[in-house]
T-cell receptor, first 115, second 116 residues
């Protein structure tokens, strides 16, 4: 079965600073990887996804993530954080299991942005 | 499209009462998911439907929880009787299942349930 680990529960960065959120996955085959963002009081929204091909994936809102098979990682990055990026970020791994899709979410990383 | 619609957005009820949460998935999507989110346990998958058929309900906590999908445009999650520990935000999500990789899930705004 697949699993996802987000080692950082809470991260604080200054506005304008760079950001990297860590995600490690466990899955025996080629993983399908996602990053979602949840703003306060809202549902999750997809930022980006990786299925195959180029290991550097671009997403919405200026985010990118890099798939590193050797490290079983899919870290999310942004070169310059804006105050509006304050939210909770979830990494997820998807797989086909028993003929259907199963997506497992990490526990989330809460991002605080300070002026 | 209006996205995934959930109702009510907030529900406050007393212990022992029946609670029904509703979800309308995105038109054309054939997979529907119910999640529960709490501070202690994070985001948990409760049940997953494909083409209106429950595929995996292993996440349903106990018999007090039941979910139905009578047609492609409507699903309910019912808790009877409700308990304070059921207090959480319940999300519905939908996606398009194909023969390829798992597709992105589109989440509704959630229902915040408080059981007193």
């Amino acid at each position: 079965a697949q699993s996802v680990t987000q080692p950082d529960i809470h991260i604080t960065v200054s506005e304008g600073a760079s950001l990297e959120l860590r995600c490690n996955y466990s899955y025996g085959a080629t993983p399908y990887l996602f990053w979602y963002v949840q703003s306060p009081g809202q549902g999750l929204q997809l930022l980006l996804k990786y299925f195959s091909g180029d290991t550097l994936v671009q997403g919405i809102k200026g985010f990118e993530a890099e798939f590193k098979r050797s490290q079983s990682s899919f870290n999310l990055r942004k070169p310059s954080v804006h105050w509006s990026d304050a939210a909770e970020y979830f990494c997820a791994v998807g797989a086909r299991s028993g003929g259907y899709q199963k997506v497992t979410f990490g526990t989330g990383t809460k991002l605080q942005v300070i002026p | 499209d209006a996205g995934v619609i959930q109702s009510p957005r907030h529900e406050v009820t007393e212990m022992g009462q029946e609670v029904t949460l509703r979800c309308k998935p995105i038109s054309g999507h054939n997979s529907l998911f119910w999640y529960r989110q709490t501070m202690m346990r994070g985001l948990e998958l409760l049940i997953y439907f494909n083409n209106n058929v429950p595929i995996d309900d292993s996440g349903m906590p106990e018999d007090r929880f039941s979910a139905k999908m009578p047609n492609a445009s409507f699903s309910t999650l019912k808790i009877q009787p409700s308990e304070p520990r059921d207090s959480a935000v319940y999300f519905c999500a939908s996606s398009l299942k194909g023969s390829g990789p798992p597709y992105e899930q589109y989440f509704g705004p959630g229902t915040r349930l408080t059981v007193t």
